[in-house]
């Protein structure tokens, strides 16, 4: 095979054609590559020729790798103005377009089925797969599922003219006479807008109900049906769904579904397929495939710090390619198998392991996508007879993001494709055996050295069933416990008071979570004198030592993470993702912390001349008061408390009434990590004590607070007052609130922005600081966003957090639901309600709101809602749009969606706010990763799991040493 | 010679007695030679056994290299308890005292003439030369002018009965024929306590006073008188003193001067000598020696940043001793050649010279010092028959420091009787030319890289002539200048007021040293707006653009750094190095932090993870308001307002209205350096002005001050108050009050304590916020050090500045001056005063106070009273000392004087004051090395010219990208 293809390359090779000669530029430059995918990322935004030359100037002008060609074209168009520009700006549109159609079937169906008939014609079957823009709303998945509907009869009405291919069919009608004429691919998410993996039972029911129809039309017309495989947190479902669907159509063989090679799943997952076809009777046919999301997993699992799912090396894939391909094989009584690949090592070996097993030929077809690696198919064509082609239709400009991952796939370091045409690599290393590969590779594989010591902990992946398992019966568990009291912790004694409060489920008011015991003022009083008699040793208890107290209690919080999340689903309304990311947040606190004071413990050089020796060390402050907020109920809290503690300083924390509980969950983690009796106190109070008794105490030295502005700057005025026997100044360590602010620039990627809208916004209902209540967007892009955005809203469900069906919940008490209804109310008078969601009956819920024709000096402009409110304002430059971000009070967190690079650097260099996020969501900030924190009045400044948050807890002293002894001094001889 | 001395050992290094052995252990571990160092040091001040064995326990107990004998004795006596301490204590001391014997001629006047009878009976001439303790106070001096006068008498008595020496003498009863048969050493500064570089003429005036006296005595004995040298700072003055002395007794050719060749002064020193001597017709001689201060010159000039006035290689002084040697050979009708050297080929060198020159016999002696290198000595008196031993004389324990330096030269790496003696190093290095030496030295010699680019300004070096006379001339041209208007400077224009408030000099306040502008509620709202104005483009202008600026005023400041010094003599009182230092501080600052803004400057990396790049950068917060303090009046000023200004934000600085002169330096360096107008605003103000409109300004988002606590809480309480349309919680960055104590433990350096007391506590009269006003000394010398510290509050002169003959001046102003008197009263009621100074007639004198007596309770012990008062504390224990000093409400500065590593480490970990300073002064940090500031009531823990001081005046903010498109991220690839 090899020595047939040496001398061929495939059209996107081919180095006379333009197309050749850009991909063998961008072969051998990185940022060329880089940015040349970039550009055709973002290529379907650039609607008019400005936007498109302001593209080209930005992605392509700073290259020092440009093509000399590629330079002088640029420079001469800018030069050359307006007639100039729109001659580059039609060449690129004309060339944009030629890419995709090297890739992609047709943009309607009228060329979609000419181009079949021509593939047919060369002696290939296909299957079509629709392409299109990320599904976001359920608007949108059934205008998807439509479009399928019209494709199946476009297929059915065509087919009448396709005569069978292969010369085996026995008048059947049947390709090679055993394949269907038409085949369809099908990727469930696209019919379905609200899979999501923590609701495993209910995203497949939604997706098998759209698949079940669309299934019956193709079968109707006697045409095939593939379930494509997506990324990982989808595939179980995918796999339950296509068993299903399976079931459901016992005499159809011709559902097949795609299997990915690359996942380490996979040996196990065909296993039990091949099983379960077996035991139900029921044959299979699996599209095998090595997958095409390498890149994605990697990203989304690092940045999860979840197991990776995929082979790290391309050598591995190969080799779990040939052994799936083998297993099919070997039960191809049961099993169809469609060989996915381009990589002729990877062929042959099916073709040699096919002839060992004597695998019939209508047991398997080879399968390589269309426009790619012609040489390998018309080969395959020639040599096999049965080769479909995977034919992606609709059109180009949404398909960008297909096209992306073509050409990664043809660019790759590893990629087959790339080695074999573009590069030529010697043929033994191209043909080798994968699996010796692999293992010399591992051989080869030092442990990589840790960029930094700290990792943050992974949030609960449910994609994985245990982990979902784990969850329900934590929920089940935890409510066995309601109603119990809770008492204070003062001086390493639980204490329990006459004055109780109840904290109550928002999603049922009625329902107490628990009985918390209040401090009054002898409380109070006790707490802080057994923190400062505590502090005397603490504070000389060394650093690493009081380090250890915090990774004990990080390990007693990992070890029962689900029962912690559950609390929190109960007694705050958190979703299931979201407690668990307030509970693995509260761990990255208590590790970091601990690593951080590791790093600040001791003594520290500073520049020093001879005969005299310099040095800096810290020291805790005495009492500190952390006042905690409730949303994000163990995270904070655990934040604040730990960070005081780890330092040296002794703590007397008063949690929020809304979740005494989540509160009391750290008196047991320190209680389990030995900490002395009076470092932590834990004392819930009413405000007036809190007031007077706390904040106002000369023995407390240092307050750390999280919470409204309003009460911020109470305290802040508070502390500044000297009282009688007070011996230090007051520092407070405040987070205070915020009016997120969100730009969608002209050229922003709805499918990522509108997503990162939602989330930002309606998460944990909108009860976070660092939430997006305002959407500043570019009138460019203005009517399509919000279109997008309203129906993606509406798609939401609404309802209890401990049913993982939904998406938003109540709000945390019924003084919030008034108070959000208020500014309901007030937006509908400032601005133009576009959308207002349902409610369920019961609990504290608010309606998601979206609110357009909002202007800066509105109220719903500048204060802060807490709750599902978002206002949409229109400008017309980014300059306004970054004016309009600003112009609040606040600085704390704030986003841009955009590819505009210089878009991207006029926000880093002013959108003033504590945390930017470019091209993501705003809310979720990682412990190391992302110290958060605002100014203005938003914060202090402070920036929490950030490198340098521990230093305001503790003075910083510089001891001098002279060295020198009479004129001696070691140091310089 | 080198064949004669081959199979030799000095007694130092005969491995067969215990001090070799001892000597032996230390050449091969530095540690042990460092400790065993510092033993000596310490040995003198352990008055008690269990004194002893503490710190020989400290000392040696941690060393792995102590030899096994040593280690075994250590353990044998600690578990032995007190017999086996007694035992070991004695044994040290017997060897204390044996190893004190080996250097000097005795400890009194009876065992040192019978010492010198046998040296003569040995064949050799002597000059004696009394040892003691640094010469503190007048008192002591004379003490050490009475020391000298019994000497001369017991050797004018003595030489009665010793024969002269030499066989070449003609019976004038002169040693060789024609030296007299007694001569004397002496060091000038320890007859005048109060010699001072920069008071060079009363400096020399006073000495010869002293030194005149004893000559006369000498001579009239017909005995022989050395001018010995000693550090460089005194250099000049020796010479000077030397030559005024010649001339006084032209008769008299026995008096000599050492001078010291590894200076690289020496060569024109010597060349000026010899034409003085022969212009003048007075005969010299001269000591040639190569230098026994090597290490405290390269220390006191490196921690000064000045020039080094040493050889750096040993090679080059070698060369120059021969150089020197030969000139002083060259010129023997006029000059008498004394070659102090123990080095061979030096001695050599200058026989050889002496030989070829055709220099007589009695133009040219040999000196080697009593107790080293005896083989040398004997040899030398084979060969020559005129060898004279320098011979130390006095008490063994207060003469340690000589036993220090002698023990240093016999063991430096670079020694020459270490590597003849004990390490026989190999003959042809040891006796190479040195010249060729030290240009094979200066081949290899690459530049060393700098640990930090950032360098301290030099101080001005009043030991050098031409500084002297440039200080001078700048006062005089200063004071022309006097009584002109001082204007405001508003977007930068000059603004004069109506209202005027004069600036008077505090030695004369009927001096008006300038008219100032003072800013009404207009002119600081034109500032504040002018300033906020500014912001939008100053915030933008790159952090090295502005650090430019910075460093541009800095230039302008280093060119006229006299004049802006000599303003601060006449405006405020400070004492020229005073003056000087704080223009170094202002230029240090503006360097300091344009280069710390370079690196926080820009985009810094965080940790993140692939498809994510996280990112922190710094930005201005707006408006700040600096207000200064009159103390330091330019670099404080100057660190705050520089900080502001780099960090981007608009600068409305007031000055003290003590201080407007100097405040608008900065005006002019800004000016010189073409800051953009509105950036710096200068507005000296009332107070209310500055409360009502500056301070509480809603446009003001930052406060740095410098003054006292009083105000600085007023400030902060104010700054916590929201005003209307203000957008941004207000900063403050505070330094305030001090009550800052020194201990002084039982085994402190008293030669180093108490002037590092005197100078922390009566430097610029006190009014320093790191200013001593406690010591709290321990009971066991409480009486020694108290004595001492009387004595030399004593002796130190006090009058105005601007004459560099007075150490203390005026106060601030006439409320400071009665603010102090009540406190001096109220510490008369409290305490005992121990020590009330004069003052002179006219200025805001008050007198040098030292009270004892005075208990934590008290006022004085608590109280910040900003002048030279002292207070007293005694102490039973270093604990209690501890607990002392941390007794107040203060924690600025601190100090401890001890020897016992314990106590160094007790003191590190315990004494909470931000700046701690080990066994030296505690005030004079410098930018860079030692970051400045308190807390408790002292500060908000910002610590001046450190690291994370501009950290204040900025906000950070976190920017995370989203680098992935559509699963393509260029960092996993």
Request: charged content about 20%; some cysteine; aromatic content about 8%.
């Given at each position: 095979?090899?020595?047939?293809?040496?001398?061929?390359?495939?059209?996107?090779?081919?180095?006379?054609?333009?197309?050749?000669?850009?991909?063998?530029?961008?072969?051998?430059?990185?940022?060329?590559?880089?940015?040349?995918?970039?550009?055709?990322?973002?290529?379907?935004?650039?609607?008019?020729?400005?936007?498109?030359?302001?593209?080209?100037?930005?992605?392509?002008?700073?290259?020092?790798?440009?093509?000399?060609?590629?330079?002088?074209?640029?420079?001469?168009?800018?030069?050359?103005?307006?007639?100039?520009?729109?001659?580059?700006?039609?060449?690129?549109?004309?060339?944009?377009?030629?890419?995709?159609?090297?890739?992609?079937?047709?943009?309607?169906?009228?060329?979609?089925?000419?181009?079949?008939?021509?593939?047919?014609?060369?002696?290939?079957?296909?299957?079509?797969?629709?392409?299109?823009?990320?599904?976001?709303?359920?608007?949108?998945?059934?205008?998807?599922?439509?479009?399928?509907?019209?494709?199946?009869?476009?297929?059915?009405?065509?087919?009448?003219?396709?005569?069978?291919?292969?010369?085996?069919?026995?008048?059947?009608?049947?390709?090679?006479?055993?394949?269907?004429?038409?085949?369809?691919?099908?990727?469930?998410?696209?019919?379905?807008?609200?899979?999501?993996?923590?609701?495993?039972?209910?995203?497949?029911?939604?997706?098998?109900?759209?698949?079940?129809?669309?299934?019956?039309?193709?079968?109707?017309?006697?045409?095939?049906?593939?379930?494509?495989?997506?990324?990982?947190?989808?595939?179980?479902?995918?796999?339950?769904?296509?068993?299903?669907?399976?079931?459901?159509?016992?005499?159809?063989?011709?559902?097949?579904?795609?299997?990915?090679?690359?996942?380490?799943?996979?040996?196990?997952?065909?296993?039990?397929?091949?099983?379960?076809?077996?035991?139900?009777?029921?044959?299979?046919?699996?599209?095998?495939?090595?997958?095409?999301?390498?890149?994605?997993?990697?990203?989304?699992?690092?940045?999860?710090?979840?197991?990776?799912?995929?082979?790290?090396?391309?050598?591995?894939?190969?080799?779990?390619?040939?052994?799936?391909?083998?297993?099919?094989?070997?039960?191809?009584?049961?099993?169809?198998?469609?060989?996915?690949s381009h990589n002729i090592r990877s062929i042959a070996a099916v073709m040699e392991t096919a002839r060992d097993l004597a695998v019939p030929d209508d047991r398997c077809e080879f399968q390589v996508l269309y426009g790619m690696a012609e040489p390998v198919r018309r080969l395959l064509t020639r040599v096999t007879g049965r080769v479909r082609l995977y034919c992606p239709y609709g059109k180009i400009i949404p398909g960008m993001a297909y096209l992306v991952r073509r050409l990664l796939e043809n660019t790759a370091n590893q990629s087959f494709l790339r080695l074999m045409f573009a590069e030529k690599t010697d043929i033994l290393g191209l043909l080798k055996d994968p699996v010796q590969t692999a293992e010399e590779e591992a051989k080869g594989d030092a442990p990589r050295p840790e960029a930094f010591s700290f990792s943050n902990e992974p949030m609960a992946d449910f994609a994985r069933s245990e982990e979902r398992d784990s969850f329900r019966e934590a929920l089940a568990s935890v409510r066995q416990e309601l109603g119990k009291p809770c008492p204070l912790f003062i001086n390493g004694l639980d204490r329990v008071t006459d004055d109780v409060v109840p904290s109550l489920n928002p999603a049922d008011p009625t329902e107490v979570v628990a009985f918390a015991s209040q401090a009054g003022r002898t409380e109070m009083d006790e707490?802080?004198?057994?923190?400062?008699?505590?502090?005397?040793?603490?504070?000389?208890?060394?650093?690493?030592?009081?380090?250890?107290?915090?990774?004990?209690?990080?390990?007693?919080?990992?070890?029962?993470?689900?029962?912690?999340?559950?609390?929190?689903?109960?007694?705050?309304?958190?979703?299931?993702?979201?407690?668990?990311?307030?509970?693995?947040?509260?761990?990255?606190?208590?590790?970091?912390?601990?690593?951080?004071?590791?790093?600040?413990?001791?003594?520290?050089?500073?520049?020093?001349?001879?005969?005299?020796?310099?040095?800096?060390?810290?020291?805790?402050?005495?009492?500190?008061?952390?006042?905690?907020?409730?949303?994000?109920?163990?995270?904070?809290?655990?934040?604040?408390?730990?960070?005081?503690?780890?330092?040296?300083?002794?703590?007397?924390?008063?949690?929020?009434?809304?979740?005494?509980?989540?509160?009391?969950?750290?008196?047991?983690?320190?209680?389990?990590?030995?900490?002395?009796?009076?470092?932590?106190?834990?004392?819930?109070?009413?405000?007036?004590?809190?007031?007077?008794?706390?904040?106002?105490?000369?023995?407390?030295?240092?307050?750390?607070?999280?919470?409204?502005?309003?009460?911020?700057?109470?305290?802040?005025?508070?502390?500044?007052?000297?009282?009688?026997?007070?011996?230090?100044?007051?520092?407070?360590?405040?987070?205070?609130?915020?009016?997120?602010?969100?730009?969608?620039?002209?050229?922003?990627?709805?499918?990522?922005?509108?997503?990162?809208?939602l989330i930002s916004a309606f998460g944990f209902q909108g009860q976070k600081c660092s939430s997006c209540s305002r959407v500043i967007v570019l009138e460019g892009i203005y009517e399509n966003f919000l279109n997008r955005l309203v129906e993606a809203a509406r798609s939401l469900p609404v309802g209890p957090a401990y049913d993982p069906a939904f998406v938003m919940g109540p709000v945390c008490d019924g003084q919030a639901k008034v108070r959000i209804s208020r500014y309901i109310d007030l937006a509908a008078e400032e601005g133009t309600i576009l959308y207002s969601g349902e409610t369920p009956p019961g609990g504290n819920y608010v309606p998601i709101t979206i609110v357009g024709d909002i202007r800066p000096e509105h109220r719903i402009a500048r204060e802060e809602i807490f709750g599902p409110v978002l206002a949409i304002m229109r400008v017309k430059t980014f300059d306004e749009a970054l004016e309009w971000a600003n112009g609040t009070r606040f600085a704390l967190t704030g986003g841009v969606f955009s590819r505009n690079p210089r878009s991207l650097d006029a926000a880093r260099k002013r959108f003033q706010v504590g945390n930017l996020y470019l091209n993501r969501h705003i809310t979720g900030a990682r412990v190391g990763r992302q110290p958060f924190g605002g100014f203005k009045m938003s914060g202090l400044g402070t920036k929490a799991g950030g490198a340098e948050y521990l230093l305001h807890f503790m003075d910083q002293r510089v001891v001098t040493e002279n060295t020198a002894r009479h004129g001696f001094s070691p140091d310089i001889r």
């Open positions: 095979m090899y020595a047939a293809l040496e001398d061929e390359r495939p059209s996107l090779f081919e180095e006379k054609r333009w197309l050749g000669k850009m991909i063998g530029w961008s072969l051998k430059h990185e940022d060329l590559r880089t940015n040349g995918l970039r550009f055709v990322d973002v290529f379907p935004a650039l609607t008019t020729t400005a936007m498109l030359m302001e593209h080209l100037e930005e992605y392509f002008g700073p290259l020092t790798s440009l093509p000399g060609p590629l330079h002088w074209a640029l420079n001469l168009t800018s030069k050359a103005g307006r007639p100039g520009s729109a001659a580059l700006a039609g060449l690129v549109r004309y060339g944009m377009k030629k890419l995709g159609e090297q890739f992609i079937i047709g943009e309607d169906l009228g060329r979609a089925v000419r181009n079949l008939n021509r593939v047919r014609r060369e002696g290939c079957a296909f299957s079509v797969d629709i392409l299109g823009e990320a599904v976001l709303s359920e608007t949108e998945a059934e205008r998807y599922g439509a479009l399928y509907s019209d494709l199946v009869e476009a297929l059915q009405r065509a087919q009448r003219e396709w005569p069978p291919l292969g010369s085996g069919g026995d008048g059947n009608g049947l390709d090679w006479g055993h394949q269907p004429r038409y085949s369809v691919s099908i990727k469930p998410t696209s019919l379905y807008s609200q899979a999501r993996p923590q609701n495993f039972d209910g995203s497949v029911d939604a997706m098998l109900a759209r698949v079940r129809g669309i299934s019956e039309k193709v079968m109707a017309g006697g045409g095939a049906l593939c379930i494509d495989m997506e990324s990982y947190q989808y595939k179980n479902m995918s796999l339950e769904l296509f068993k299903r669907l399976r079931s459901e159509f016992p005499a159809n063989p011709h559902l097949s579904v795609a299997m990915q090679s690359y996942l380490r799943d996979t040996d196990r997952d065909l296993v039990d397929l091949l099983d379960w076809s077996e035991s139900r009777g029921l044959p299979v046919a699996i599209r095998l495939v090595k997958g095409a999301y390498w890149d994605y997993e990697i990203l989304r699992t690092r940045q999860n710090g979840w197991e990776i799912p995929v082979y790290s090396g391309k050598a591995e894939t190969d080799a779990a390619f040939e052994r799936h391909a083998r297993l099919i094989l070997e039960h191809h009584g049961n099993a169809y198998l469609a060989c996915g707490a802080i004198v057994a923190a400062q008699t505590a502090f005397e040793r603490w504070r000389d208890t060394p650093p690493a030592e009081r380090a250890g107290y915090l990774k004990r209690a990080a390990g007693w919080m990992r070890g029962r993470s689900y029962r912690l999340a559950a609390w929190q689903v109960l007694e705050i309304g958190k979703q299931w993702d979201q407690a668990s990311a307030d509970v693995a947040e509260a761990i990255d606190f208590l590790e970091y912390y601990a690593a951080e004071m590791v790093r600040l413990g001791g003594l520290h050089p500073l520049p020093s001349v001879p005969g005299e020796l310099n040095q800096s060390l810290y020291e805790p402050r005495g009492v500190a008061a952390v006042v905690a907020p409730w949303n994000f109920p163990l995270a904070i809290t655990t934040g604040m408390v730990s960070a005081a503690v780890v330092t040296g300083n002794c703590v007397v924390y008063k949690p929020s009434p809304l979740t005494p509980v989540i509160g009391h969950q750290l008196v047991e983690a320190f209680r389990a990590a030995g900490l002395p009796p009076g470092v932590f106190n834990f004392v819930p109070g009413r405000t007036e004590v809190i007031a007077e008794h706390l904040i106002n105490n000369p023995l407390v030295t240092t307050i750390a607070f999280t919470g409204s502005t309003q009460v911020g700057l109470k305290i802040i005025e508070n502390a500044a007052l000297l009282r009688e026997g007070q011996w230090t100044v007051k520092r407070v360590i405040c987070e205070m609130g915020g009016k997120n602010a969100i730009i969608i620039d002209e050229d922003a990627d709805l499918d990522e922005a509108v997503p990162g809208v």
